[in-house]
């Protein structure tokens, strides 16, 4: 008989990941909700209408399609069929597709109850995506992604508080990082400014790959999509720019005084840095010029965090689109958002072995099973036990002790409880540390109070 086995990119969690995954969603949670930000939720599945055409002819590639129900070959014929063409029998036999990223079914969710939703509109998602990817390591076919937006709001405030929220997420991870930011008015000042402003996406996408291929390479690839000497030439100072947040955007803005739309750009930037400014943010915010992100619909600030103690991708990123809804035909809401990677998060966190150790923690006390007259002496006191938010368990049958403390070790449980013919008659339990082997007769009320201590 085959070993079962799971689809490639796709992984199982055992109980001690998923506490460690369970406290990263909580902690993005906790501080998503922190700041105003309420949760959603939207089908694995939506229409290929809905997800086909968003993301350019690489992304339509990546989405898993879902055949139809029941007899899914009666809308083809045998010629269509013998033809082979799979884009165009795909179209036919499947109406649906997991959905790819948050991002597409959340401007759907906006547009279908657009009459319910008071605006702005400030939601958090943590759910599961698909990509029909090639599974390397790092990159997997289903994985999480936390995003958090405003929609219907032009304000810079949002911007301020989303870096606030990428600082205390990372923060109370003890995770330290540098946040990027750069805005996308700035990048088509550029474009202007060299005299190739219809080469504005090639530009940020070679640009965005300056960290992984180096300044030759880039500028290879930028000669490759048809950019002049000349203009490759003006744009070697710019995108090798240094000093500190104030003396770039003073250099970019001398740069582009000739572009209102780069202008435009350095303005944004000069208020979000002055609101940080006085808020006072823990972790690093750099101006990079460098920071492009590929995806085409960004319009105004975009972030990127790095991990500064590993090497690692991006951790977290998002900016600010302004037609996010145009796609589903209700054109000039503008909204910013970002989204936490929880997969690289999770791997951070354990090459710098940050987990907090009660985010690990299971069961805490354990009940020795000695048989039907005592374990109806202990249920009414794990009950109370329980009450008192203490993890505890019974060994569900009455086999040799040995079994049982074997039971406890390796499941990592500080405490057993022991209630047998003498401890019944005092109406107490012993409690036995596991760490330390000590034994104490105590009532119920003190278990309670030792074991609490102990966190």
Excluded at 108 to 127: A, C, G, S
Excluded at 304 to 317: C, H, N, W, Y
Excluded at 338 to 367: C, H, Q, W
Aim: hydrophobic share 40%; net charge negative; glycine share 8%.
């Amino acid at each position: 008989m085959n070993k079962p086995s799971i689809p490639k990119g796709t992984r199982d969690f055992s109980p001690m990941e998923m506490s460690k995954r369970n406290y990263i969603f909580d902690t993005i949670r906790s501080v998503f909700s922190l700041y105003g930000f309420k949760q959603i939720e939207t089908p694995a599945m939506e229409t290929l209408q809905t997800l086909l055409g968003k993301y350019g002819e690489e992304g339509d590639k990546l989405l898993f399609k879902v055949l139809n129900s029941g007899d899914y070959l009666s809308k083809v014929d045998r010629d269509e069929l013998m033809e082979g063409n799979s884009l165009y029998l795909a179209s036919k036999l499947c109406e649906k597709g997991l959905r790819y990223d948050l991002t597409v079914p959340f401007a759907r969710y906006v547009v279908m109850h657009r009459d319910e939703l008071q605006m702005p509109f400030k939601r958090y998602q943590i759910q599961p995506v698909w990509r029909a990817d090639r599974p390397q390591k790092g990159r997997y076919r289903e994985f999480y992604q936390c995003d958090a937006d405003v929609v219907g709001s032009d304000s810079l405030l949002n911007e301020v508080e989303l870096v606030q929220i990428m600082d205390t997420v990372f923060r109370r991870f003890g995770i330290r990082v540098q946040i990027k930011i750069n805005n996308r008015k700035i990048l088509s000042g550029i474009a202007e400014y060299i005299g190739a402003a219809d080469k504005i996406v090639d530009i940020t996408v070679a640009i965005d790959k300056l960290d992984k291929i180096g300044i030759d390479n880039v500028n290879a690839e930028l000669a490759a999509d048809g950019l002049s000497d000349e203009a490759i030439r003006k744009l070697q100072p710019i995108i090798s720019l240094s000093g500190s947040n104030e003396e770039k955007l003073d250099v970019i803005s001398d740069v582009l005084k000739h572009s209102e739309t780069g202008l435009k750009g350095v303005e944004e930037l000069r208020s979000i840095f002055g609101m940080l400014t006085n808020i006072g943010i823990t972790n690093e915010v750099q101006f990079d010029l460098t920071l492009a992100r590929g995806l085409n619909y960004y319009t105004g600030a975009i972030f990127e965090v790095k991990a500064l103690d590993v090497q690692i991708g991006s951790i977290t990123g998002g900016g600010r689109y302004d037609n996010l809804t145009g796609i589903f035909g209700m054109p000039g809401l503008s909204g910013v958002g970002i989204s936490f990677g929880a997969d690289r998060i999770y791997d951070v966190l354990n090459a710098l072995d940050l987990y907090p150790k009660d985010a690990m923690s299971g069961t805490e006390l354990l009940f020795i099973n000695f048989g039907d007259k005592e374990t109806a002496y202990c249920l009414p006191i794990i009950k109370k036990i329980r009450e008192n938010g203490i993890a505890t368990e019974i060994y569900p049958d009455a086999v040799k002790m040995k079994k049982q403390m074997s039971y406890a070790n390796s499941n990592n449980i500080c405490y057993v409880a022991l209630a047998g013919e003498n401890e019944i008659n005092e109406d107490k339990v012993t409690l036995k540390n596991m760490a330390t082997g000590e034994q104490q007769l105590l009532t119920v009320n003190e278990v309670i109070k030792i074991v609490s201590e102990r966190r």
